[in-house]
Every structure is written in C-alpha cells, then in structure tokens.
T-cell receptor
Framework: GNSVTQMEGPVTLSEEAFLTINCTYT??????LFWYVQYPGEGLQLLLK?????DKGSNKGFEATYRKETTSFHLEKGSVQVSDSAVYFC???????????????FGQGTILTVHP | SQTIHQWPATLVQPVGSPLSLECTVE??????LYWYRQAAGRGLQLLFY??????ISSEVPQNLSASRPQDRQFILSSKKLLLSDSGFYLC????????????FGDGTRLSIL
C-alpha cells in the first residue's frame, strides 16, 4: 500500500536559518505529492504540490522537488521566519488502478518552531 | 472561488449525547468530500469519504456515521458519543479529476466530558 514517512520532529530553528523537512514515500502508481501547513487551531492549507517526477513545487519561499529515483519530496526554505512556526504534512495522491477518488495518504506531520 | 464552511468551531458534549457536525462547500459541483479526525494535533485519520450524494465509504469502524444529503453538504453524526471521540475534526473537498489536492475547512474542536 501507499505510505508517507516524514522526519520526526519537533524541529526548532532560529529566524533566518535554513529549513529542510524530509519526506519519503512508497506508492503503487504515479502519485502526485503535496505539502500542507497547519497553523495552531486551524485546518490544513495546501502549501505546494508536484504532479510528476522532477517537478518543483514552490510557494511563499518554500520549495520541494519530486525525486522519483529516491522516492522523496523534501521541503526546503532558505530563511525561515517566526511566522513559519506550524505543523507541516507531506501527502501523496495515487491513482493506481484508475481510481480518482482523490484519497490522500498523509505523513505524521513535523512540528516546526522558529525563534526570534 | 471555492470555499468550505465547517461548524461549529468548538463543541463540548457529555458522554452519551448525540453529535452532528456540518460541512458545506460553495463554488464547485460534485466535489469529493472527506471527514478526518486529528488527535493530539498531529496525524490525520480519514474517517469517511464521499464521491456523490448518498455515497459514503467508511475507512475505519467506529462510533460515527456520515451522510451526504445534498451535493455540497457533508454531515458527521453519532447517536451516542464516547470519551474516545474527542478530537479535532476536519472536513475537506477535492475535485473529481486525478491527483487533485484536498482543501480543508477550519475544523471543529470536540471535547467529550
């Protein structure tokens, strides 16, 4: 079956530090990959996505590249801000077998805390 | 543009009482709809999904049920709540094409006393 593995948190950084949150996946078909962000007390927001190998998704200074050879989709940001403190979820959508139900498989989430 | 509304935002209920959480989507037709539960602010557990009116698939056996009486309305219910039903409940929708992202509501914080 499909699965997503994220690096264990929490991750604590100082403002302007470089961020990497690792995400690897297993899938039976040709998945699309997503990063979601959840701020305290809120729902999840789509941060970025990539639909095929070598695609790079980017948004708000965050980026992630779909690496089929390493089955990875690591999230990076060059300079984090205090306002980036949140929980980050990696997810995949797999249409193996032709299903288009849109079910996502989520990682467990990584808590990021950025200090001034 | 599409929007998703979920209510109430918070709810405190006694054990054994009924539950009804509602989710509606605007600005799209025939969406796929989903209910998740999130425990301890971390991982998401898919509870139900629906690809059309009256079509509900359950992902895990539990004390909850879901219904879709209208195209853009998704309801999560229980006849008798358990302490273990406490958590953060999230509704989401997606388009019906392949590999569509899901879009989430703001969630309902449910506390069972």
């Amino acid at each position: 079956g499909n699965s997503v593995t994220q690096m264990e948190g929490p991750v604590t950084l100082s403002e302007e530090a470089f961020l990497t949150i690792n995400c690897t996946y297993t899938a039976t078909g040709y998945p699309s990959l997503f990063w979601y962000v959840q701020y305290p007390g809120e729902g999840l927001q789509l941060l970025l996505k990539a639909t095929k190998a070598d695609d790079k998704g980017s948004n708000k200074g965050f980026e992630a590249t779909y690496r089929k050879e390493t089955t990875s989709f690591h999230l990076e940001k060059g300079s984090v801000q205090v306002s980036d403190s949140a929980v980050y979820f990696c997810a995949l959508s797999d249409t193996a077998g032709g299903t288009s139900y849109g079910k996502l498989t989520f990682g467990q989430g990584t808590i990021l805390t950025v200090h001034p | 543009s599409q929007t998703i509304h979920q209510w109430p935002a918070t709810l405190v209920q006694p054990v054994g009482s009924p539950l009804s959480l509602e989710c509606t989507v605007e600005g799209t037709s025939n969406p796929n709809l989903y209910w998740y539960r999130q425990a301890a602010g971390r991982g998401l557990q898919l509870l139900f999904y629906s690809v059309g009116i009256g079509q509900i698939s359950s992902e895990v056996p539990q004390n909850l049920s879901a219904s879709r009486p209208q195209d853009r309305q998704f309801i999560l219910s229980s006849k008798k709540l358990l302490l273990s039903d406490s958590g953060f409940y999230l509704c989401a929708w997606s388009g019906t094409g392949p590999n569509q992202p899901q879009h989430f509501g703001d969630g309902t914080r449910l506390s069972i006393l």
